[in-house]
């Protein structure tokens, strides 16, 4: 039996850095919308007996061993379950790796309700949230997507109202941020925890965008972009800035880099407008792309 879903990318409305628990994660507070650029999952049970996972993907950068997000939504579960999952596991990937996008995120989440739905499972919602947390943080956001306030460590989850419709330019530069060093860095910043007046701009910005988001005020929702991890990232990276001021210059209505970077999105109303941005962007940054928020469960189409 073959099943397949899309695994959409998400980017952050807002991000921010609220707290540290005792064993070293960081607690959150972020907005996470989905976009309609996705990697496209194909599972297919294969038959015999025993525990097998075959992986493939067309990157082949991305690792089909133990280290790949798909790997391990598949030992969760059949730990979870006591299904030795017996599984070839295909995945088309068209979000950039290493992104801050959730590409790795996205695909396990993919991966876990495709295991429910092939070994009718029907595995209930928490326990689907708390195997998707095993395998990382943004992965419980993963599972159905849309627009939500994810707090915790990404688990404690909120549904809001969608984002109104746009045109989100995406614009990776060539470089690769890795998520544990662009946390080190904050935290070295803020050894004390984050300070007083970072933890106030959040709050006011958290704030004003959840109002833009009820009154479906796009305008409101693109000035109050927030993302504490937005100074250890321009330290590392140039393109961040340039590309950032760039979709400004073009007619973005804001822009802010998505999770640990190094991917800068900027909202647009005209599809035109986008487009040309991307269009000019690409000559130099090749993994630039158009897309549009998605709603939960987001079936239909997606870009690739
Ligand atoms: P996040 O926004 O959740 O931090 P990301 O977009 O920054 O994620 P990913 O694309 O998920 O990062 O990849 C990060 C690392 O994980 C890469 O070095 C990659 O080799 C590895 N990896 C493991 N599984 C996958 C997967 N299914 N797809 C892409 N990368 C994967």
Same mark, same amino acid.
């Given at each position: 039996?073959?099943?397949e879903?899309?695994?959409?990318?998400?980017?952050n409305l807002?991000?921010?850095?609220?707290?540290?628990?005792?064993d070293?994660y960081?607690?959150?507070?972020?907005?996470?919308?989905?976009?309609?650029?996705?990697?496209?999952?194909?599972?297919?049970?294969?038959?015999?007996?025993?525990?097998?996972?075959?992986?493939?993907s067309?990157?082949?950068y991305?690792?089909?061993?133990?280290?790949?997000?798909?790997?391990?939504?598949?030992?969760a579960?059949?730990?979870?379950t006591?299904?030795?999952?017996? !599984?070839?596991?295909?995945?088309?990937?068209?979000i950039? !790796?290493?992104?801050?996008?959730?590409?790795g995120?996205?695909?396990?989440?993919?991966?876990?309700? =495709?295991?429910?739905?092939?070994?009718?499972?029907?595995?209930?919602?928490?326990?689907l949230?708390?195997?998707?947390?095993?395998?990382?943080?943004?992965?419980?956001?993963?599972l159905?997507?849309?627009?939500?306030?994810?707090?915790?460590?990404?688990?404690? =989850?909120?549904?809001?109202?969608?984002?109104?419709f746009?045109?989100?330019?995406l614009?990776?530069?060539p470089?690769? =941020?890795k998520?544990?060093?662009?946390f080190?860095a904050?935290?070295?910043?803020?050894?004390?925890?984050?300070?007083?007046?970072?933890?106030s701009?959040l709050?006011?910005?958290?704030?004003?965008?959840?109002?833009a988001l009820e009154?479906?005020?796009?305008?409101g929702?693109?000035?109050?972009?927030?993302?504490?991890?937005?100074?250890?990232?321009?330290?590392?990276?140039?393109?961040?800035?340039?590309i950032?001021?760039?979709?400004?210059?073009?007619?973005?209505?804001g822009?802010?880099?998505?999770?640990?970077?190094?991917?800068v999105?900027?909202i647009?109303?005209?599809?035109?407008?986008a487009?040309?941005t991307?269009?000019k =962007?690409?000559?130099?940054?090749?993994?630039?792309?158009?897309?549009?928020?998605?709603?939960?469960?987001?079936?239909?189409?997606?870009?690739?």
């Amino acid at each position: 039996m073959t099943a397949e879903l899309w695994a959409r990318a998400k980017i952050n409305l807002t991000l921010g850095i609220v707290g540290r628990r005792e064993d070293g994660y960081h607690l959150l507070s972020s907005v996470m919308q989905s976009v309609s650029l996705a990697d496209k999952v194909v599972l297919t049970r294969l038959p015999g007996s025993g525990p097998k996972i075959e992986l493939w993907s067309n990157l082949p950068y991305v690792p089909r061993d133990s280290r790949n997000t798909v790997w391990k939504a598949v030992q969760a579960f059949s730990e979870h379950t006591g299904i030795p999952a017996r !599984v070839r596991v295909a995945v088309h990937k068209a979000i950039p !790796v290493g992104a801050g996008l959730a590409g790795g995120s996205s695909d396990a989440a993919a991966v876990l309700r =495709l295991l429910d739905q092939v070994y009718e499972t029907r595995l209930s919602a928490e326990t689907l949230t708390s195997l998707a947390l095993s395998v990382g943080a943004d992965v419980p956001f993963c599972l159905t997507g849309g627009t939500k306030l994810a707090q915790g460590i990404g688990e404690v =989850l909120s549904e809001l109202p969608p984002m109104p419709f746009c045109h989100i330019v995406l614009c990776k530069p060539p470089v690769s =941020l890795k998520t544990k060093d662009i946390f080190a860095a904050y935290d070295a910043q803020f050894e004390q925890g984050p300070a007083s007046q970072t933890l106030s701009e959040l709050e006011e910005k958290e704030a004003r965008l959840l109002t833009a988001l009820e009154k479906r005020d796009l305008a409101g929702v693109a000035a109050n972009l927030y993302n504490g991890l937005l100074p250890p990232a321009l330290a590392r990276c140039g393109h961040i800035a340039r590309i950032m001021a760039f979709m400004r210059e073009n007619g973005a209505l804001g822009t802010m880099m998505s999770g640990s970077g190094p991917t800068v999105f900027g909202i647009f109303t005209s599809r035109k407008r986008a487009e040309q941005t991307a269009a000019k =962007l690409k000559t130099k940054y090749r993994e630039t792309f158009v897309t549009n928020p998605t709603r939960p469960n987001g079936s239909g189409r997606a870009d690739r």
